[in-house]
């Protein structure tokens, strides 16, 4: 049971990181501007998801060897909460691919 709480807290989280950093855009098209977003705001929020979404798999991962009953819900609702990184994660290496 605290597994699946942990895991569901960072999950959690890392989803409310990946998602703040689609509410708040750099202020201008200056490349000044959007270097100090990206430094100041999208790295870091990025960085704490993805640290909040390795440690909450790995949560998950205890949940699930454990040998009690698990819900339906205990074992799909930690999963949605992890897409989100997943997700950003693809367009990150995308991004990158492009540039090369």
């Known amino acids: ?4 709480v942990t895991a569901i807290v960072l999950g959690s989280v890392s989803a409310a990181a990946i998602v703040a950093t689609y509410m708040r855009s ?3 098209d ?3 501007a959007i270097m ?3 430094l100041t705001f999208y790295y870091p929020l990025i ?3 993805c640290v909040c979404w390795v440690t909450a798999l790995c949560f998950y991962l205890v ?3 454990q040998s009690a009953y ?3 819900m205990r074992i799909i609702v930690p999963l949605i909460l992890l897409l989100p990184f997943i997700y950003e994660s693809i367009l990150i290496v995308r991004h990158f691919l492009w540039l090369q």
């Open 1 to 4: 049971m605290k597994a699946w």
């Open 70 to 72: 698990k819900s339906a």
């Open 26 to 28: 750099p202020e201008s």
């Open 47 to 49: 960085l704490l998801a």
């Open 30 to 32: 200056f490349v000044g």
């Open 63 to 65: 949940f699930i060897r």
């Open 36 to 38: 100090d977003y990206n």
